[in-house]
């Protein structure tokens, strides 16, 4: 069995429309997973079927629709599964597509989205960019718990400024997910805690990296080495300069 993601724009939204696209997937064979509304007035449904013949047919078929425009029809992507579920899709930087934007209203929507990319295996470098107390240790941490695996702070400004120069053999595990403050561990660090985090980039794990502006202006690193960047703001209009807040990380060397 295979999944799709289908979304189609509603023209006119008459009686009984829904009920038709349904009683077509009926006779074609293909399940319903998950339906909901998707941004006004369109509508996203997840889809399973044990023949892509049946998908053609269907697309082709819809095409002829009056009341309707199907506007995907694809193999289901992590922000489509999200739209589906929580009935919008999340706001992605149209000149730099790894770049996903969310405001604190939505944290319940930002945590879903990073416990997924979190479950995946491998390498992963995620940046994580916002002002102080916006929210972004606390949903790292909570979408690891979602992804069921264990976090490691590298160095962070949660419990006072932690700087760690060695980790435990249980904290190495590169099936954990690494906490690092970009701003503390490139002002603050040391040539051990530096040699440390040098060998947590180059381990097969997940790095969240909390505000990479900073990380690779200070460092070696370069915003290709990230896979995904997250925005977070108090409200869409905020503005994240770092020049405001940098200034605390050094009053106390």
Known sequence: MKQWY??????????????????????LGVNILTINGVEGE???????????EKIRILGDTL???????VTALRAPRLVD?????????????????????????????????LGEVLKRDGN????????????KTESIIASSVCAMKRWTFVSSTLLRQTVRSQLSEEEMNPNNVFIIDGIVSTIRSNERHYHLLQEIM??????????????????????????????????PAEEIIYDTFTASYTEDL
């Open 202 to 235: 180059s381990m097969p794990s997940t790095k969240v990296i909390e505000h990479p502006d900073v990380f690779v202006r200070e460092s070696g690193y370069s915003f290709d080495d990230f896979n995904i960047i997250i925005e977070l703001r108090n409200n």
């Open 124 to 135: 992963q470098v995620i940046g994580l960019r916002g002002m102080p107390r916006v929210g």
């Open 6 to 27: 289908m979304e189609y724009k509603i023209h006119k939204n008459r009686p009984g429309l829904l009920g038709d696209i349904a009683s077509m997937l009926g006779i």
């Open 42 to 52: 369109r509508r996203g449904m997840l889809l399973e079927t044990d023949d892509d």
């Open 81 to 113: 599964i999200l739209a589906v579920r929580h009935g919008r899709y999340i706001d992605r930087d149209s000149d730099d597509r790894k770049t996903f934007r969310f405001t604190r209203d939505e944290l319940g929507l930002l945590v879903d989205f």
């Open 63 to 69: 095409k002829k629709a009056s009341n309707i425009t």
